[in-house]
Every structure is written in structure tokens, then in C-alpha cells.
């Protein structure tokens, strides 16, 4: 009978305790904040995720989810270890192991104790060769155990989506087992064989192969991304273009596939710090990179595309009253991390503009962490749209979706519509407000302030 112990429960750790909890699975979370723990043992999550608290208090009473103040009592409770800690990306773009490699020796130093096999499977994300040269000795030093003979190891990377995470786990596209030996891989071979159908497609590979794999996902859906913003370049200088048209098109190659929806860019604790620390492993490794440093760049730009639209439109942003409608970095999410609505309102301020915001989940969240920006934080999006300049759409949540040409020169001052996330449908704008769509080929400026 399989019981598991989950360290670290952040978007990934968290969601998969409570997925595996539903699976009947006894797992034991585990994590160092105090206030995490605190926060779980009320019932209440700290992250929002679609269904997951609702699942989490069912497993809870159900007597399946254990809520661990002591990573010793998770560890010796299970025999399967899950580690779920951040490996975020420093400021010169290398990984910051400190959370994993303390995670890993202080588990070592459990292990050490205990007089059983106990399989270790690091979900967190690891540039190729980590496991081998970092994680694995750092087990092994401070328990004084051998991989292979006393303990097992997997490299499993995670695939699931913020917001989407408990479907994302229901049904992945696919399970890589990146594994030192055939004795681990079976193991967690035959653990995801009782979770999921015959459909799941399982691939076991190396360590070293899974690791890369992990970056190269993330890279290459950076790589859409930032390929379809170049390509609504294109299209705002192209008479009778329009990316919309281009991507829905272009999406029904199977080869091309979807993930190429054109807007301000993308943002998150995922795909900007991956693209980050995959550019400074290729470099280290004396291959050249132009490619990648070109996502990056043309994704920073993507940032500024509504503030060049603004000063086309009004030359000096001094004064002026910009709303912006969301701050999250994709809808049905409260994160805010790394959002391009960031730099987009601290770029707003530096022009002397004056900032109003609304987001219907990360307004809380925005005002904790940048609590320093002089912005005005709105209850409602009419009340942020009222006496503005400008309005920019900075996430694609559906609220904003059913707002009306109307509502729009009803409430603004000039009822200037910077379309981020291309959500509106360009032949119903087109006419009674000012519209500027990423990739959409607007008419002349002249025209335009006639209205
Ligand atoms: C991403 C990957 O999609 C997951 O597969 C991966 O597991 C995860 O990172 C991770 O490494 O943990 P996530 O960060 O939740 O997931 O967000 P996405 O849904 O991929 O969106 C990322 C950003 O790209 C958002 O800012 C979104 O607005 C933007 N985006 C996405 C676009 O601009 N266009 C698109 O067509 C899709």
C-alpha cells in the first residue's frame, strides 16, 4: 500500500497532495512556512486553484490528507517522497538550489535513521545533470546511505497549468519518469499505472532526459508565445491583417498545434524564470543561444506595446488617467508573479501617468506586494474605468470579456481601448471607440481623434 509524503506545498505540491489524497492515496504534506501549515489546518488554501479547496477539506476528513508539522513525521509515516520546493532563478539567470538542497539533506538526514528503501521522486524543476551532481550526493552525504542500494531516485517533472492544476493532474498529457535505476522507475511506474488508464502515455528515460525535457516544454511554449507576437508585428503594419484570424488558421495544422494566442506577453513563475536559467545553462555550455535571448526580448517588448500605442495617442502620458483591467498573469488565477501588467504600470508611473487597477482575484495580492506603487486600487471595473485617458486590458479574464463598446464612452474620458489579450471583437469596436488590438492593423491616428 502505497503512502506518501509531499514536501513543499506550493501550486505543485499541494495540488498533488490533495489529487492523490482523492485517489485514496494517505499522504502526508509537508512544508517549512509555518503560516502555510497554519492556514491548512483552518481548511483555508492560500492559492486559488479551480475545485482544490473543496477536494482538500473532503480529504481531510476523509482521513487521507495529514497535515505534517514535522518533516521527520512525514518522512517516516510514507515510503514514497514527493519534493515540491521552488527553484527559482537568481538575478544573474542561474538556478537558486538553497530550498532543494536543504530539502534534500534534511530529508538525507531522516533517511539516514530509518531502516527501509524509501523511494525519492523530485518534481521540482532541475537543469540536466542537477539530480546527479547536486541532489543525489547531498542525500547521500547526509544520510550515509546509497542511491540504488538503500534508497531510490526519480526525476518526475510536473506538466500541470496554474488554475488548471487538479484537471491538469486528472488527466495529464503524459508522465515522465526520469529514473536512476530500472528498481525506482518500476516502482513509480506501477504507482502511476494504478492512477491513471491505459490512454496516460508513461515514457521512461534518463534522468538527464527528463530534466531537459522539463525546460525544453516550457521553452518551447515560450517560443509560441513569442513567435506569434512577432508575427502581430507584423499584422499592425499589414493592411488587412489581423493575428486572430492568422493564429485560429494557423492552429488547425496538427503539427502547429494550439498555444498561439497573440497578446502583451507571458508572464508567471513558470515560463519567464525556465526561459531564464535554460539561456544561461546552454551558454555555460558553449552553445549559442540567440534564439532563446530573442523570446526574451521580443516578450519585454511585448510589455511596452501598450505604452508606445499610448504615447502614438497622447505623445506625453503626464497626468493622464490609464485603467487597467487585470493583474494577474493569466485569469483564473490570484498570482501575480511576474505578470507583464508589472511592468507595464511601474513603466506608466515612471511617464507621471496616473494609474487605476482592477482584477477581479489579484488585487489583494498586487497591493501586499507592491504596496509601495502610488496606483488606485479599484472595487469594480466601472469604477476604474471612470475620467480615464486609456484603458489597457492586461489579462484575459471573461469579466472583461462582456463589457460593451458602450460602457466604455459612457465611462471614460476618452474612450481609448488598448486591447492586450485581443479579447474583443474588433468589427463591433471598431467604430464607436478608439481600439487598438495587439496585431490587429488599426486605422490612421488622424482618423482616429476625429471620434
Ligand atoms: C506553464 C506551462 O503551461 C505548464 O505546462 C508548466 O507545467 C508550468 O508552466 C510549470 O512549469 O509549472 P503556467 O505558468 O501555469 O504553466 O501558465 P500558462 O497557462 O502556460 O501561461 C503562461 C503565460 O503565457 C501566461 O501569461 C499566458 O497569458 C501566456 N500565454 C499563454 C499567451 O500569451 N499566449 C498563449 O497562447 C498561451
Given amino acids: 500500500m502505497y503512502k506518501v509524503s509531499i514536501i513543499g506545498l506550493g501550486y505543485v505540491g499541494l495540488s498533488l497532495s490533495t489529487f ?23 481548511g483555508k488554501l492560500y492559492i486559488s486553484e479551480e475545485d482544490l479547496e473543496t477536494e482538500f477539506n473532503r480529504a481531510v476528513s476523509n482521513g487521507l490528507f495529514h497535515i505534517s508539522e514535522k518533516l521527520e513525521e512525514s518522512i517516516t509515516h510514507s515510503n514514497i517522497t514527493f519534493i515540491c520546493v521552488d527553484t527559482p532563478t537568481k538575478e ?26 524509501h523511494l525519492i521522486v523530485v518534481k521540482s524543476t532541475l537543469l540536466p545533470e542537477s539530480s546527479r551532481k547536486i541532489i543525489i550526493p547531498a542525500i547521500e552525504q547526509e544520510s550515509g546511505l546509497l542511491v540504488g542500494r538503500d534508497f531510490g531516485y526519480i526525476y518526475n517533472p510536473e506538466f500541470l497549468r496554474e488554475g488548471k492544476a487538479l484537471y491538469d493532474l486528472r488527466s495529464p498529457n503524459r508522465i515522465v519518469i526520469g529514473e536512476y535505476d530500472n528498481k525506482s ?38 517560443l509560441k508565445i513569442s513567435f506569434i507576437n512577432l508575427i502581430a508585428r507584423v499584422c499592425e503594419k499589414t493592411p488587412n491583417t489581423d493575428i486572430n484570424i492568422i493564429s485560429e488558421a494557423l492552429k488547425t495544422d496538427p503539427r502547429i498545434g ?8 507571458f508572464g508567471g513563475q513558470c515560463l519567464p524564470k525556465d526561459l531564464k536559467a535554460f539561456i544561461s545553462f546552454v551558454e555555460e555550455i558553449g552553445i549559442k543561444s540567440a534564439l532563446l535571448r530573442e523570446i526574451y526580448f521580443i516578450n519585454e517588448e511585448q510589455a511596452i506595446w501598450p505604452i508606445n500605442i499610448l504615447k502614438q495617442v497622447y505623445h506625453d502620458l503626464k497626468d493622464k488617467v490609464i485603467c487597467i483591467l487585470g493583474l494577474t498573469f ?21 511617464e507621471g501617468a496616473v494609474v487605476k487597477i482592477y482584477d477581479p482575484e489579484g488585487l489583494e ?17 466601472e469604477k476604474c474605468l471612470e475620467d480615464t485617458d486609456a484603458v489597457i486590458i492586461a489579462t484575459d479574464w471573461d469579466e472583461f470579456k462582456l463589457l460593451e463598446p458602450k460602457t466604455f464612452k459612457k465611462l471614460m474620458k476618452t474612450p481609448l481601448i488598448i486591447d492586450g ?6 468589427n463591433k469596436f471598431k467604430d464607436d471607440v478608439i481600439y487598438f488590438g495587439v496585431g490587429y492593423h488599426s486605422r490612421p491616428f488622424k482618423t482616429l481623434l476625429e471620434i
Fill in 258 to 265: 494550439p498555444y498561439l494566442q497573440a497578446g502583451i506577453g
Fill in 421 to 426: 489579450r485581443r479579447i474583443y471583437d474588433v
Fill in 365 to 381: 495580492n498586487f497591493l501586499r506586494e507592491y504596496y509601495y506603487l502610488p496606483v488606485i486600487p479599484c472595487n469594480s471595473i
Fill in 92 to 117: 544573474d539567470w542561474r538556478q537558486d538550489y538553497s530550498s532543494i538542497i536543504s530539502a534534500a539533506k534534511s530529508i538525507g538526514k531522516i533517511l539516514g535513521k530509518l531502516d527501509r528503501y
Fill in 185 to 222: 522507475g518500476d516502482i513509480i511506474y506501477a504507482f502511476y499505472k494504478e492512477i491513471y488508464d491505459e490512454k496516460t502515455p508513461i515514457f521512461r528515460m534518463t534522468i538527464e532526459n527528463a530534466e531537459l525535457l522539463k525546460y525544453v516544454s516550457n521553452v518551447f511554449l515560450s
Fill in 330 to 350: 493569466k485569469p483564473n488565477t490570484n498570482d501575480i508573479r511576474n505578470s507583464q501588467s508589472i511592468k507595464i504600470i511601474s513603466r506608466l508611473l515612471d
Fill in 20 to 42: 492523490l489524497a482523492s485517489k485514496g492515496i494517505h499522504v502526508w504534506g509537508y512544508d517549512k512556512a509555518r503560516w502555510k501549515l497554519e492556514s491548512l489546518k483552518k
